[in-house]
């Protein structure tokens, strides 16, 4: 099978599976179909199966048994020609003819020449329509005494014609020539001093004598019969099915091997089998296996027109209450969505006493609780107004102080409230779930800026931006607390300068920020707690109450973007700390722009 058409005949089941994976409703119709449709596809099957074994016994019971009688009724029509040839191989005039002695040049004398043709004759006339020719054979003499369509013979020099070999038993035995009408059966002539082969008696049968018996056993099934000889060749074909004579080899090999069995079956045929003449000829009959299927046909026809009604009302019936059983579920499903969508309550009477009266009742609750939700939600918004009064406040106070600073001509003053300005007014209006990274480096500039004014030459930052990556959307507030960390950890108890590096790199792969300082460091012990706590859910973390640290930033990225993205932290004893984000490579561009908003409310 081609790949594509694989991957589409995949792609259809899989897309299968989800229809019914995402109905209850077809679901039910599909399991109550199987239950009813199973069972009777199964005992249909059954029945046509046990219908065909049935026919196929009675054919074999039947044929063996016409086989057999057939074979015997052949084996008496041959004896009875067998006791002709006996009779006339007794006659005294045979015998006395048969045991003297002569040569080839000798004459037979007129009297004893009529007496032969007279014996001959008739048996001959008496089975006319059996014969086709009676013999005398002379042995030493080379001499033939022929009757032949009441022609009488002598012939002379046929020696070569007669199967001695063949005649050295005490049995008769069959000769078959080119003449596919008769065969010959001979019966040796022993003098009886000294039990020499004198001579034999032949008769040449015709095929025909035996067509009564190939007719009662022919059933009119397509079947074939054949006559095979020892040899394993075919001899005589009473109906002229040609066809089936390529099946003669392995019939012929079945019986040799199985000569007691009289039936078999093979790939295409059924075969009956019969041994006659002694062994010398077997009787075959063939009927192919396609008459039981055929034979079969109309109960299947049938069968399958009952089956295919009962399915179909099966199907209807499934699909009725199917609908009925899913209606109550689909009716509380559109509610709860119309609840979602239109922010409006649906009420929905639960009087049934079962599972979906009880999600019914549930349902209801909901409805009654959500005023309560509602008091609560408005409640809290209005604390978070509240709560927001005092940054606006605190941001216009630093903006009219930054103006007095400038009045005053004092820069320093000036360039510190700015960036504390600008730190509040990022994180008052943080309403997007990404931000662009040249955003958050903003963020740290500033957050770095109020640092260096505290700590006057003694800090250095290391910049090392990739420009193509200032586009790249990343969690808001991810960098800073980061940043921060250094301060609190890093750089409390170190001596000396402080340096921070930042980096960026985008590749095809994704984002990578390095944040690294050449703060005190940390031991083994410590990077193995660090990346511990870092590896924890975000359940954890909310249970904790953690609000920016680093676990709670490996959290949000984890969540939001997935297991392969998030932080790595390295460090060592006096060789600082890096701390590497990585994150996919999502662009502003992309349609999921995320601009901060302007500051309108200052």
């Known amino acids: 099978m081609p790949n594509r058409l694989r991957l589409k005949l995949l792609s259809a089941c899989q897309s299968l599976i989800e229809s019914f994976s995402g109905s209850i409703k077809k679901k039910m119709f599909l399991m109550m179909v199987l239950l009813t449709c199973l069972p009777l596809i199964v005992l249909t099957l059954v029945a046509i199966h046990n219908a065909q074994n049935q026919l196929e016994a009675e054919i074999t019971e039947s044929n063996l048994s016409k086989i057999e009688w057939s074979g015997e009724y052949l084996d008496d029509q041959l004896r009875v020609v067998d006791q002709i040839l006996f009779a006339l191989m007794n006659d005294q005039v045979v015998s006395q003819y048969m045991e003297s002695e002569q040569r080839s040049d000798d004459p037979v004398d007129f009297p004893t020449q009529n007496a032969l043709f007279e014996k001959l004759s008739a048996q001959y006339v008496a089975n006319l329509n059996s014969f086709d020719e009676l013999m005398l054979f002379k042995k030493d003499a080379d001499r033939v005494f022929s009757v032949r369509n009441g022609e009488e013979r002598i012939l002379q020099g046929q020696d070569t014609n007669v199967p001695w070999p063949s005649l050295g038993g005490r049995k008769a035995a069959y000769a078959f020539n080119a003449d596919p009408e008769h065969f010959t059966m001979y019966r040796p002539i022993y003098r009886f001093i000294d039990r020499k082969l004198m001579g034999g008696i032949a008769v040449q049968v015709k095929w025909s004598l035996f067509d009564p018996i190939f007719e009662s056993l022919e059933s009119g099934d397509n079947n074939a019969m054949l006559v095979i000889d020892k040899t394993g060749q075919l001899r005589y074909e009473p109906f002229g099915t040609e066809a089936e004579t390529a099946a003669i080899p392995s019939v012929w090999e079945h019986v040799k091997a199985h000569p007691d069995r009289h039936f078999y079956k093979s790939d295409h045929y059924y075969v009956f089998y019969q041994s006659i003449a002694d062994g010398a000829m077997t009787l075959v009959k063939l009927i192919p296996t396609s008459v039981v299927s055929d034979s079969s046909r109309s109960t299947v026809s049938f069968s399958i027109v009952i089956v295919s009604c009962l399915i179909g009302a099966s199907v209807a019936v499934s699909i009725l209450l199917a609908n009925k059983a899913a209606a109550p579920i689909l009716k509380l499903v559109r509610a709860i969505s119309w ?145 921060e960390n250094a301060f609190e950890h890093g750089f409390r108890r170190k001596k000396g300068d402080w340096i921070v590096r930042i980096r960026t790199r985008r590749d095809l792969d994704g984002l990578r920020i390095e944040i690294e300082d050449n703060g005190v460091g940390f031991s083994q012990q410590t990077e193995l707690e660090l990346k511990l706590s870092l590896s924890r859910n975000i359940e954890e973390i909310i249970e904790n109450q953690e609000s920016m640290a680093l676990s709670n930033i490996q959290a949000r990225i984890k969540t939001q973007f997935g297991q392969e993205y998030g932080l790595d932290i390295q460090g060592a004893p006096d060789a600082g700390a890096l701390v590497i984000v990585t994150l996919p490579n999502l662009s502003a561009q992309g349609g999921e722009s995320h601009r901060e908003s302007d500051d309108r409310g200052g």
């Not at 009420?347 to 009266?357: A, V």
């Not at 909901?366 to 709560?387: D, F, G, N, V, W």
């Not at 500033?446 to 930052?461: C, G, M, T």
């Not at 290391?462 to 991810?478: K, M, R």
């Open 339 to 483: 609840t979602e969508e239109t922010n409006s309550d649906v009420y929905i009477d639960h009087n049934r006493s079962d599972e979906i009266g009880l999600l019914e009742k549930k349902y209801a609750q909901i409805i009654q609780s959500r005023y309560q939700i509602y008091i609560e939600k408005r409640t809290a918004q209005l604390k978070a107004l509240q709560a927001q009064i005092n940054p606006h406040f605190l941001h216009n106070t630093l903006q009219s102080i930054g103006a007095m600073a400038v009045v005053k001509d004092v820069p320093d003053i000036y360039h510190i409230i700015q960036a504390i300005s600008g730190n509040i007014r990022y994180t008052m209006h943080l309403s997007n779930n990404l931000v662009a990274l040249r955003q958050e480096i903003d963020h740290v500039r500033n957050y770095l800026l109020i640092q260096n004014f505290r700590f006057k030459d003694k800090i250095a930052i290391e910049w090392d931006l990739d420009a193509s990556a200032g586009e790249c959307l990343i969690p808001p507030l991810t960098l800073q607390p980061i940043v």
